[in-house]
């Protein structure tokens, strides 16, 4: 559903079957990456690992957390709560393409 909405505003979308595959297609994809929205419970690695990995090879990539167990990330990440509540989604995904847009106009 996410990746449909995200789509639907113009983004390139790369889908990925657990956090492992994530961090291979990041790895593997020569272009530029500028958000990742990852589960928090995933196969192989979890979400926090990935948001770790990844930002480690891509620095200033931007990673949106999202669960249906907990409520909250320690760090203050950004978070989505599961059920997705599509009016909530929207607007996550309004405010991820919106900040990518001011970055890219920035020069970074």
């Known amino acids: 559903m996410l990746g449909r909405a995200l789509k639907a505003e113009g983004a390139r979308v790369l889908s990925a079957h657990d956090g492992r595959n994530a961090l291979e297609i990041s790895r593997e994809y020569p272009g530029v990456i500028d958000a990742v929205i990852t589960d928090l419970s ?17 620095p200033g990539i931007r990673v ?4 249906g167990y907990v409520f909250s990330v320690p760090d203050g990440a950004p978070f989505l709560r599961k059920p997705l509540d599509l009016v909530a989604m929207h607007q996550h ?3 991820l393409l919106a ?6 106009r920035a020069g970074g």
């Open 99 to 104: 900040s990518m847009r001011r970055t890219r």
């Open 42 to 58: 995933m196969p192989k690695i979890d979400g926090l690992e990935l948001r770790k990995l990844i930002s480690a090879e891509r």
């Open 64 to 67: 949106l957390l999202m669960s």
């Open 93 to 95: 995904v309004q405010d």
